[in-house]
Structures are given as C-alpha cells and as structure tokens.
C-alpha cells in the first residue's frame, strides 16, 4: 500500500510505536531538567557579581560548581533524586546524613561533598599559596528541606536551589575584594591546566 506525502507529514505515515520511539529521542537530547535549573539559579548569582565556575575538574571526578564572592567560597554539589508519584518529597537532614521521605539515613551525599570542599581548600592552596575556607552545600532541586539546629553547625549547607542565593546573601562579607580576585585567579590557572 502506498502512503501519500500529506499523510506521513502528518504522521499517519509512521506505526504509532514509532513516533513514541522518536519522542523519548528527543527527550533525551535534552539537557535533564534539574541542571538547567541549577543553571538559571547560578546565573542570577552571576549577576549579582560571584564568580561561577562550572564542572572544575578535581581527583575524583569533576565538582559540579564552585561559587566565589566576597560572603565566601563554596562548592556546589547537586543531588538529583526521583519525586514520588504522590505524597511528601522531603529530604530530612541531620547534620551528619540525609534521609529522604522518612528513608534510611544515608551519609554518603554528605560526606562527598564535605570531601570535595577539602579537595577545593587544597587546589586554592597549591595555586594561590593562601589558605581559604570552603563551605560545602548539597542541593536537591524541587524537594522540600527538613533540618533542625544541629545542622547549622555542621558546616554542610543542604539547600533546594531556590535559597541558595538568600543563604549566600545573608552572610556576612568574610572575604575582601582582593581576595576574592587572588582565588578566582588561583581557580583560573587551575582550570585552564584542563583546557
């Protein structure tokens, strides 16, 4: 049987498993939602003024963003994670683990990054000979965080992406201006021994 042009630009040309086959193609070329929002929120600190530095390569594996202002310096670790089809999407965190919707608690997210921060204060060090605090941050984008008192003296922020900017902004300036400028060089050099 011979199909006319009209009809497969319409779509009626292809079997119907065919078009769900190029549907989850297409979808899958796109960047995953999750980091293009981290992206947005990134970009709007960008215009306040903070350096942004994106997927700095590190021992093992690449940290996936580095924030450098004059509240301080932090590495950003993002924590994708699949939301239930119904119910709370919360992620409870201790000071020492994260627990998601009443789960097991797990210690693993937050002991990577407070080890990323460490591998970010020695990079710092090697290449601006000047030793700079790190403030480790996870952020769980579209989930709803749950800590109590202990956390905040943990050192590891845990965040939805859509505070991080409040949390940075409510700091008080702990780095001045030529500092901020001999780290972002130190990070520069460093990046650019990847490029």
Not at 60 to 84: A, E, M
Not at 93 to 108: C, K, M, Q, T, Y
Request: glycine content about 8%; overall charge positive.
């Amino acid at each position: 049987m011979v199909r006319s042009v009209k009809s497969m630009k319409r779509g009626r040309g292809f079997p119907q498993w065919w078009r769900y086959l190029l549907k989850g193609r297409v979808r899958a070329l796109r960047p995953p939602q999750n980091e293009l929002s981290i992206s947005e929120y990134l970009d709007w600190l960008r215009i306040k003024g903070y350096r942004i530095y994106n997927e700095v390569p590190g021992d093992s594996g690449n940290l996936d963003h580095v924030v450098v202002c004059t509240q301080g310096i932090y590495v950003i670790k993002t924590k994708s994670r699949r939301q239930p089809q119904s119910g709370d999407c919360v992620v409870e965190f201790n000071g020492s683990g994260i627990s998601i919707n009443e789960g097991p608690l797990d210690e693993a997210p937050v002991n990577e990054v407070r080890a990323q921060g460490e591998q970010l204060e020695r990079i710092l060090k090697e290449h601006t000979d000047r030793n700079f605090t790190v403030r480790p941050v996870l952020l769980f984008p579209g989930w709803h965080i749950r800590d109590n008192e202990t956390p905040k003296t943990s050192g590891v922020w845990v965040l939805n992406p859509r505070s991080l900017g409040k949390w940075i902004d409510f700091r008080p300036a702990s780095l001045h201006p030529d500092l901020v400028e001999l780290a972002t060089q130190g990070l520069d050099r460093y990046v650019q021994q990847f490029a």
